[in-house]
Nanobody, 115 residues
Framework: QVQLVESGGGLVQAGGSLRLSCAASRSIFSFYVVAWYRQAPGKQRELVASITNGGSTNYAVAVKGRFTISRDNAKNTMYLQMNSLKPEDTAVYYC?????????WGQGTQVTVSS
């Protein structure tokens, strides 16, 4: 089993920045993909960004150009740098990881963007 623990969420004004971190309980080197998802109230969970072991990234259209995903295999940690935040980015953000798909989820961290 792997535990993923997110941190870095909080309240920020529109236009501001936050950096989310996700620490894994063991090496993430074996995970082909690590990703960030989010779920806003009354909406389905959606993919925000993902990154493979080879460094290939994928972003939701809504965050492209504003968010950056990265992973540090040596520190067993993944990150989501969020810039130019908008009120519509308000959601619970989850980190996730897996070998062929998503096998593990974090517990989530709240991000609230005020207008």
């Amino acid at each position: 089993q792997v535990q993923l623990v997110e941190s870095g969420g909080g309240l920020v004004q529109a236009g501001g920045s936050l950096r989310l971190s996700c620490a894994a309980s063991r090496s993430i080197f074996s995970f082909y993909v690590v990703a960030w998802y989010r779920q806003a109230p009354g909406k389905q969970r959606e993919l925000v960004a993902s990154i493979t072991n080879g460094g290939s990234t994928n972003y939701a259209v809504a965050v492209k150009g504003r968010f950056t995903i990265s992973r540090d295999n040596a520190k067993n940690t993944m990150y989501l740098q969020m810039n130019s935040l908008k009120p519509e980015d308000t959601a619970v953000y989850y980190c996730a990881a897996g070998v062929t798909g998503i096998d593990y989820w974090g517990q989530g961290t709240q991000v609230t963007v005020s207008s």
